[in-house]
């Protein structure tokens, strides 16, 4: 079975960094998108960065731009996103997925991890 597993969330001050991963096991294909995701309680999940099976395309919301990086190792199969300048809205929970198809900017999401919390205090 393909599973993902994000790491590296808790508790930070507003202006702080927090550095997440996502490792995958079980995923056969070599070539396979990723993105992570985020969602508040009583909000809707929305995207928050996307990277390509090689790591050389990215794609950002607008509300992470300048401020989150999505990168990836091959080899550990593991994706990471580096959050720095935190901000009490960026509080979520944080998913990461893998995709088979679609490109960086739209993937068709097929796997997905049960999340990490980060929250951000003001």
């Known amino acids: 079975q393909v599973q993902l597993v994000e790491s590296g969330g808790g508790l930070v001050q507003a202006g702080g960094s927090l550095r997440l991963s996502c490792a995958i096991s079980?995923?056969?294909?070599?070539?396979?998108?990723m993105g992570w995701f985020r969602q508040a309680p009583g909000n809707e999940r929305e995207f928050v960065a996307a990277?390509?099976?090689?790591?050389?395309?990215?794609y950002y919301a607008d509300s992470v731009k300048g401020r989150f990086t999505v990168s990836r190792d091959s080899a550990k199969n593991t994706m990471y996103l580096q959050m720095n300048d935190l901000k009490p809205d960026d509080t979520a929970l944080y998913s990461c997925?893998?995709?088979?198809?679609?490109?960086?900017?739209?993937?068709?999401?097929?796997?997905w991890g049960q999340g990490t919390q980060v929250t951000v205090s003001s």
């Open positions: 990277i390509s099976w090689s790591g050389e395309s990215t």
């Open positions: 079980g995923l056969t294909f070599t070539r396979y998108g």
């Open positions: 997925a893998a995709a088979l198809h679609g490109w960086v900017t739209s993937y068709d999401y097929r796997y």
